[in-house]
């Protein structure tokens, strides 16, 4: 289970949550200082053309055809701005629309053909629903926030997608065989260092932001982009919302905390702020007062936000925020000296992120998206005896230039990347040890090209390549990618991708160790999809080869000489996803998602080639949302399996020879939509695990053993397996969006 450590992500934009969840789909009208835009787009001889892209430019609002070549969606952008029809193989097209809220039906469009008519085929390898950039998410704010389980936080709403394995006592993300540190988090195009707050073991990280933030979460497992790099599994990319669409304040009032948000919009500017608390010691005072919390989960938040429309069509957006977070426990050990008292481990967190952004047209096609982040994260952490600090500040610079109209069978983007990094650290084994003071200096940087081409009437593909440099290894690395689509039909296609990728080592390697290279991975991917507006298929065979793993001595971590590139391994298997949108059961959204994994590696401190710990070889997730129109009320239901992990027993002969039971977990949620004193409120009740099953993550060992010859050992296992969490949002001054009675189609 998931201790609600940001459990604000929720509530300190309550105002937003009553906006999205207020149905499971768009409602009948569109919210006051929303336009909802629809139309149809043709070929020059009247068909329909399905995949087309049509979309607001210097807005992420959009959408796709489906397969009568409709299209709709909503934006909350006012003034004119030109509507762009785009489908490589025919000529882009573009048209001036006055946006002033209401219904638009937008004239139907027909685009020419140009030198090879492709266009109805996107490259989905590795991402869900997705190219790189079409970027139609895998899952939306809404799918976020109402996924019983989830708690209102990414990583754990993509846990529910098939290449996860769920890690219960670490709460990140793990993908196709790879470490949770092998997935790199994109928000509005810039790598965020620190995507999780703090954690301890038995109290896994959440992320620290909201998903309401966001028009759409994409999640690729592999074969992603060159635009993207430091990452040798998976990419996960977040794109905040332009302006706000209206002027509203929020109260959230929670069983763990509460917060308190205000927006305010004007015609080309919104601004919005908020605060949060969060303290689970009264909540586990009166549920578990036999726990061992020397300090509850406690955490103090706040954020800024400003959008500014420059001129036409630009975009100017900064994001601000700042988390302070304590937690102590006192867990089981199997030390005979914590015996009776558990061991101490406490931990204090402070986090500062600036995010600011850019983008705006240019000439001759090409467009400009620029950006800078700026990073400071403090960790004092205490696990006794032991004391550290740790000290990371980072800097992010990005240019990228697009041309979407480059040719008339291929499009271009350029990019270049700039980040320095400073971390320090300071360790004491006891508390009369000497200080030890490691620490290093980075600065990495990193060009990219990439261009989709039309190859034929059927076929298209994706070519790019990126170039890094690492000063502080002195180390440089040239990574190719590709990848090709061939649509069956309508609907159908089979898609394929393959490339290099390139991550430096972590932060507590390099401390030891900065004379290090690069670690590689191979990624090799054959997917099936079919695909209509209420159903989705996926079906992907995938295969990862590692090269150039660290690793170093399990016996004497200290040992900078004994760190070497010298590890390797591989991951294989099979992914299958199925939605289903009101299709097959009325007023019914859910997703079966299944995870075949093989895979073993040698790499840290494993003193053999062995199936990763954190890795399951099967994973099911199943999820149901009913939406009861004439209660307005929605119930939702998660269900996630995940085969028996592997574990070290040094009492056993062999390395990872022993096993987990399985991982077994059914969560609950309910959301009541009202209005309290005449404004629009939610009502929010979320309980996990709800069949109290005990499940065990592997086990900890004494690091000698007793007089029998045998190491005692201790489960590990999360500090509080069950959590149950109700929360009051109240919007004041939002209006109410349209008929929330109108049920699913």
């Known amino acids: 289970m998931k201790t609600p450590l940001l459990l604000l992500a929720l509530a300190a934009t309550g105002p937003a949550l009553a906006q999205t969840a207020a149905a499971p789909v768009p409602t009948a009208a569109p919210a006051v200082g929303t336009t909802r835009l629809s139309g149809t787009v043709l070929d020059g001889a009247g068909h329909p053309l399905p995949g087309a892209n049509v979309f607001l430019k210097t807005t992420f609002d959009g959408a796709t055809t489906d397969s009568l070549g409709r299209f709709a969606f909503s934006t909350t952008a006012t003034g004119t701005l030109p509507l762009v029809c785009t489908l490589i193989g025919y000529k882009l097209q573009e048209m001036p629309i006055a946006l002033a809220g209401g219904t638009i039906a937008v004239p139907t469009r027909r685009l020419r053909e140009s030198r090879a008519s492709l266009g109805t085929v996107s490259i989905v390898a590795g991402a869900f629903e997705a190219s790189d950039e079409k970027r139609a998410a895998a899952l939306k704010p809404l799918d976020i926030l109402t996924t019983a389980g989830a ?81 040798l599994s998976a990419v996960v990319g977040l794109n905040t919302v332009d302006l706000d669409p209206e002027t509203q304040t929020g109260i959230s009032l929670l069983s763990v905390g509460g917060s308190l948000s205000r927006t305010r919009r004007w015609e080309r500017t919104s601004v919005s702020a908020s605060v949060d608390y969060t303290n689970l010691a009264p909540y586990f005072g009166l549920t578990a007062p036999d726990q061992r919390w020397a300090h509850a989960p406690e955490h103090l938040g706040g954020s800024l936000r400003l959008a500014h429309r420059v001129g036409v069509s630009g975009m100017l957006k900064v994001y601000a925020t700042y988390g302070n977070q304590t937690v102590a426990t006192r ?49 004092a952490v205490q696990p006794e005896p032991q004391q550290l600090t740790e000290l990371e500040r980072t800097a992010t610079a990005r240019l990228v ?187 019914v959204d859910f997703w079966v998602s299944y995870g075949l994994l093989d895979t073993r590696r040698q790499f840290r401190a494993d003193l053999a080639p062995a199936v990763p710990a954190f890795a399951s070889t099967h994973n099911v997730s199943v999820v149901g949302k009913y939406w009861f129109a004439k209660l307005h009320l929605q ?58 099953r005990d499940n065990i993550f592997g086990y900890r060992y004494a690091a000698a053993p007793d007089a029998a010859g045998r190491y005692a050992a201790v489960p590990t296992r999360a500090l509080a397996p069950q959590m149950v969490v109700a929360a009051l949002l109240i919007s004041i001054n939002k209006k109410t969006p349209g008929d929330t009675s109108v049920a699913p189609d």
């Open 401 to 587: 230039l697009t041309n979407d109209s480059a040719g008339t069978w291929f499009n271009l983007k350029l990019g270049t990347e700039a980040t320095a990094q400073r971390y320090d650290l300071t360790y004491r084994a006891t508390a009369d040890a000497p200080t030890y003071r490691p620490g290093f200096a980075e600065q990495r940087t990193a060009v990219f090209a990439e261009s989709d081409l039309s190859l034929s009437a059927r076929l298209t593909g994706r070519v790019g390549v990126r170039g890094e440099y690492s000063a502080l290894l002195n180390k440089a690395s040239l990574a190719p990618r590709v990848a090709l689509a061939w649509q069956l039909g309508a609907g159908q296609q089979v898609s394929a991708a393959g490339g290099l990728y390139y991550q430096s080592p972590t932060n507590d390697l390099l401390r030891v160790q900065p004379a290090l290279g690069l670690e590689r991975a191979a990624h090799y991917i054959l997917s099936y999809q079919y695909q209509t507006s209420a159903r989705t298929l996926r079906a992907e065979l995938y295969r990862k080869d590692y090269r150039a793993l660290v690793r170093f001595d399990r016996a004497n971590v200290l040992n900078a000489a004994a760190y070497a590139n010298t590890g390797r391994g591989y991951a294989q298997g099979m992914d299958v996803f199925y939605r289903d949108r009101y299709q097959t059961f009325k007023k």
């Open 331 to 379: 867990q089981p050990d199997p030390e005979a000296t914590y015996a009776a008292t558990g061991r101490l481990t406490a931990l204090r967190n402070n986090n500062l992120y600036l995010n600011t952004t850019y983008r705006a047209p240019l000439v001759r096609g090409w467009s400009l998206s620029t950006g800078l982040a700026l990073g400071r994260e403090r960790n």
């Open 635 to 692: 119930a939702s239901g998660t269900y996630a399996y995940g085969s028996p992990r592997a574990y070290y027993d040094p009492n056993q002969t062999g390395y990872n020879q022993g096993r987990t039971p399985s991982y077994h977990s059914l969560d609950l949620s309910l959301s009541y939509l009202t209005h309290l004193a005449g404004h629009y409120t939610i009502v929010h009740l979320a309980a996990s695990n709800v069949l109290g």
């Open 151 to 231: 708690m209102a936080d990414i990583a754990s709403a993509l846990n529910t997608l098939p290449g996860t394995s769920r890690v219960g006592e670490e709460g990140k993300l793990f993908v196709r065989g790879g470490a949770a540190s092998e997935t790199r988090y994109y928000l509005d195009g810039l790598p965020v260092q620190s995507f999780y707050g703090g954690a301890t073991s038995g109290v896994p990280a959440r992320g620290r932001f909201s998903p309401t933030l966001f028009k759409g979460t994409m999640f690729s497992t592999g074969g992603y982009s060159a635009e993207y790099g430091q990452a």
